[in-house]
């Protein structure tokens, strides 16, 4: 019994040692890292951080689970690596593999069985309020206001499910739920990534940064592209609505304000240099992709922003979209130049008046500059000056001394 017990664990650990050997020979395609400057030893260091089995189907599922995208401390730099054109390049990987739910005989917008939520779960912030805002725009029909006027986005509907195999399925893993779906200016279909931190709130959660939220939001509008026809068609089944065929989707990064101070917070000049490295990236998905980055925060009325009641959470008060930080947060100022430190006076020495004879130290005489004097303990010296009344300052070799004089006589 003992020996057959023996076996198994040896087997045991020849099975691990199997799997481990096959993880370190399983290295990724050089597709993952396409655009990537080179050498190696130049490329950020967040794709070298990345499981071995990565997948090239969803890179930036992938960049978005990067150890240094995650990281407060690291996903500025991991920012500044990336570009316009290596995201436009994934984002067509990700539309070419996005998961087809209809294929599957699934639907996108379902009605909701169970019952609504009656009371706040923290785990479900996200959701209960993206459920409040769905439903405050469509019992208002009026949508929310996009800053500067451009336009109001429509919400319909949240948590809204986008692959229809198991959670743990290989060729999807990583992908979730879009937040939000609605339609915005122009009838662009719009894709929300919605963060939510309350206002007491002294962080955030553990590798929630604004570039993962950047690259998922992203990698969920690659999907609702390649899928746009079908969203369109449901949209317009259920209400009324319709999205322009020929525009890329709006994405919305939207999240709390309190969500936004923690990230400031996080590095100097409150985050001025992660900011101005989310506003290039921003800039250039526009630019390369045609997909519109809005980076907001939401201000709500209350504390937590909404109540439940028996049908469901609703918002408190009219909700309100700002930009996320005030212009030109991103601009990261110079640091100032040390100031020199102030050097130690030179000291001015005195030499001594050879046309004054030599005397002999008494605190009843009086003496000045350039007199020679001879002490009876400290030997020959030069008066440098006046140290106070009453006092002289005297220079014995390379070393002075405060001496008294000018005092009275004593019994005078």
Same mark, same amino acid.
């Given at each position: 019994?003992?020996?057959?017990?023996?076996?198994?664990?040896?087997?045991?650990? =020849?099975?691990?040692?199997?799997?481990?050997?096959?993880? @370190?020979?399983?290295?990724?395609?050089?597709?993952?890292?396409? /655009?990537?400057?080179?050498?190696?030893?130049?490329?950020?260091?967040?794709?070298?951080?990345?499981?071995?089995?990565?997948?090239?189907?969803?890179?930036?599922?992938?960049?978005?689970?990067?150890?240094?995208?995650?990281?407060?401390?690291?996903?500025?730099?991991?920012?500044?690596?990336?570009?316009?054109?290596?995201?436009?390049?994934?984002?067509?990987?990700?539309?070419?593999?996005?998961?087809?739910?209809?294929?599957? /005989?699934?639907?996108y917008f379902v009605k909701r069985s169970g019952k609504p939520a009656t009371e706040r779960?923290?785990?479900?912030?996200?959701?209960?309020?993206?459920?409040?805002? @769905?439903?405050?725009?469509?019992?208002?029909?009026?949508?929310?206001?996009?800053?500067?006027?451009?336009?109001? @986005?429509?919400?319909?509907?949240?948590?809204?499910?986008?692959?229809?195999?198991?959670?743990?399925?290989?060729?999807?893993?990583? =992908? +979730?739920? =879009?937040?939000?779906? /609605?339609?915005?200016?122009?009838?662009?279909?719009?894709?929300?990534?919605?963060?939510?931190?309350?206002?007491?709130?002294?962080?955030? /959660?553990?590798?929630?940064?604004?570039?993962?939220?950047?690259?998922?939001?992203?990698?969920?509008?690659?999907?609702?592209?390649?899928?746009?026809?079908?969203?369109?068609?449901?949209?317009?089944?259920?209400?009324?609505?319709? @999205?322009?065929?020929?525009?890329?989707?709006?994405?919305?990064?939207?999240?709390?304000?309190?969500?936004?101070?923690?990230?400031?917070?996080?590095?100097?000049?409150?985050?001025?240099?992660?900011?101005?490295?989310?506003?290039?990236?921003?800039?250039? =998905?526009?630019?390369?992709?045609?997909?519109?980055?809005?980076?907001?925060?939401?201000?709500?009325?209350?504390?937590?922003?909404?109540?439940?009641? #028996?049908?469901?959470?609703?918002?408190? +008060?009219?909700?309100?979209?700002?930009?996320?930080?005030?212009?030109?947060?991103?601009?990261?100022?110079?640091? *100032?130049?040390?100031?020199?430190?102030?050097?130690? *006076?030179?000291?001015?020495?005195? #030499?001594?008046?050879?046309?004054?004879?030599?005397?002999?130290?008494?605190?009843?005489?009086?003496?000045?500059?350039?007199?020679?004097?001879?002490?009876?303990?400290?030997?020959? +010296?030069?008066?440098?000056?006046?140290?106070?009344? +009453?006092?002289?300052?005297?220079?014995?070799?390379?070393?002075?001394?405060?001496?008294?004089?000018?005092?009275?006589?004593?019994?005078?």
């Amino acid at each position: 019994m003992a020996s057959r017990r023996e076996d198994s664990r040896a087997n045991a650990r =020849i099975r691990r040692d199997v799997v481990a050997s096959n993880r @370190v020979r399983s290295i990724p395609s050089p597709d993952v890292f396409a /655009g990537l400057p080179r050498p190696w030893t130049h490329a950020p260091i967040f794709p070298l951080h990345f499981p071995w089995s990565v997948s090239v189907s969803h890179p930036l599922i992938e960049l978005a689970n990067g150890r240094d995208v995650r990281q407060a401390a690291g996903f500025r730099a991991a920012a500044a690596a990336l570009d316009g054109a290596q995201l436009a390049a994934h984002f067509a990987t990700e539309e070419a593999n996005a998961p087809r739910l209809h294929e599957a /005989g699934r639907r996108y917008f379902v009605k909701r069985s169970g019952k609504p939520a009656t009371e706040r779960k923290r785990n479900k912030d996200e959701e209960h309020l993206g459920a409040a805002l @769905v439903r405050h725009c469509r019992s208002t029909d009026s949508g929310l206001a996009l800053p500067e006027d451009e336009g109001r @986005v429509d919400l319909f509907d949240y948590q809204i499910r986008v692959k229809a195999g198991p959670a743990d399925d290989p060729a999807t893993k990583g =992908i +979730g739920r =879009i937040d939000l779906i /609605g339609v915005g200016p122009e009838d662009r279909l719009v894709v929300v990534k919605l963060r939510y931190v309350e206002p007491t709130a002294t962080r955030c /959660g553990v590798g929630d940064t604004p570039l993962r939220a950047l690259l998922e939001g992203l990698a969920y509008a690659a999907i609702a592209d390649a899928n746009k026809s079908e969203i369109d068609s449901e949209l317009v089944e259920r209400f009324g609505r319709s @999205v322009a065929a020929d525009l890329k989707p709006m994405l919305l990064l939207v999240a709390s304000p309190r969500y936004w101070e923690l990230c400031r917070k996080r590095e100097a000049q409150k985050g001025a240099a992660w900011i101005k490295e989310i506003e290039r990236l921003a800039e250039e =998905i526009e630019r390369e992709l045609g997909v519109a980055v809005r980076i907001l925060g939401l201000k709500l009325e209350g504390d937590p922003g909404w109540v439940y009641g #028996e049908d469901g959470p609703r918002l408190e +008060g009219e909700p309100r979209l700002a930009p996320a930080w005030e212009l030109g947060a991103g601009r990261v100022r110079p640091k *100032p130049k040390p100031r020199p430190r102030p050097s130690a *006076p030179v000291e001015e020495v005195v #030499e001594p008046d050879l046309s004054r004879p030599v005397r002999s130290y008494a605190l009843t005489e009086s003496y000045t500059a350039g007199d020679r004097i001879d002490h009876p303990t400290l030997g020959s +010296g030069v008066v440098q000056g006046v140290a106070g009344p +009453g006092k002289i300052r005297v220079r014995f070799d390379e070393r002075q001394s405060v001496l008294v004089h000018e005092r009275p006589a004593p019994g005078s």
